[in-house]
T-cell receptor, first 115, second 111 residues
Framework: DARVTQTPRHKVTEMGQEVTMRCQPI?????VFWYRQTMMQGLELLAY????????DSGMPKDRFSAEMPDATLATLKIQPSEPRDSAVYFC?????????????FGPGTRLTVL | DQQVKQNSPSLSVQEGRISILNCDYT??????FLWYKKYPAEGPTFLIS?????DKNEDGRFTVFLNKSAKHLSLHIVPSQPGDSAVYFC??????????FGKGTRLSVIA
């Protein structure tokens, strides 16, 4: 049963602390996405990778957010320093580039609370 | 500038009736459209999709309709069941670019 996994599922931290979220994409998928869900903005794309190369991270605040794929089985999203406005649910998704359409498969999310 | 809009934040439907969720888009270059369903504390799950070369796609109780001239997409669920209660996201893409999501519509199916 292939699934995207994310850790941790929940994270509560204090303002100024570093937060690292991890994602294991579905084996064989060549594209990985990071989204943030908030009440006001819905699902916002933060960054995405294809074949481990970052293609677009324009959705991320560059001064505090960074996204990497150290290898094909791990994607990370780091916030340093964290701020209360970063509180949201962060989703990782993976998919395959196809000629027609590209379904994305989402992980269960990391619920981040920054106090 | 929101390229994919779901103007109804919520919808309530009686069990057994039809649920119709709507989505409008502004980018005429979108060529693939999808609906995702999301339960609380879970990630969105893919439900059904449609290519821009079609105007209808059906999968069991779920049918997606695409009206390109009106830039409008709808999801019909017939008959609606209590287990269909969730948030539904409309999404669209151009080629292999990332999906652009609407803000979602919360569907409540009342028994």
């Amino acid at each position: 049963d292939a699934r995207v996994t994310q850790t941790p599922r929940h994270k509560v931290t204090e303002m100024g602390q570093e937060v690292t979220m991890r994602c294991q994409p579905i084996l064989g998928h060549n594209t990985v996405f990071w989204y943030r869900q908030t009440m006001m903005q819905g699902l916002e794309l933060l960054a995405y990778f294809r074949n481990r190369a970052p293609l677009d991270d324009s959705g991320m605040p560059k001064d505090r957010f960074s996204a990497e794929m150290p290898d094909a089985t791990l994607a990370t999203l780091k916030i340093q320093p964290s701020e209360p406005r970063d509180s949201a649910v962060y989703f990782c998704a993976s998919g395959l580039v196809r000629l027609e359409g590209n379904e994305q498969f989402f992980g269960p999310g990391t619920r981040l609370t920054v106090l | 500038d929101q390229q994919v809009k779901q103007n109804s934040p919520s919808l309530s439907v009686q069990e057994g009736r039809i649920s119709i969720l709507n989505c409008d888009y502004t980018n005429s270059m979108f060529d693939y459209f999808l609906w995702y369903k999301k339960y609380p504390a879970e990630g969105p799950t893919f439900l059904i999709s449609i290519s821009s070369i079609k105007d209808k796609n059906e999968d069991g109780r779920f049918t997606v309709f695409l009206n390109k001239s009106a830039k409008h997409l709808s999801l019909h669920i017939v008959p609606s069941q209590p287990g269909d209660s969730a948030v539904y996201f409309c999404a669209a893409s151009v080629g292999n670019t990332p999906l652009v999501f609407g803000k979602g519509t919360r569907l409540s199916v009342i028994a």
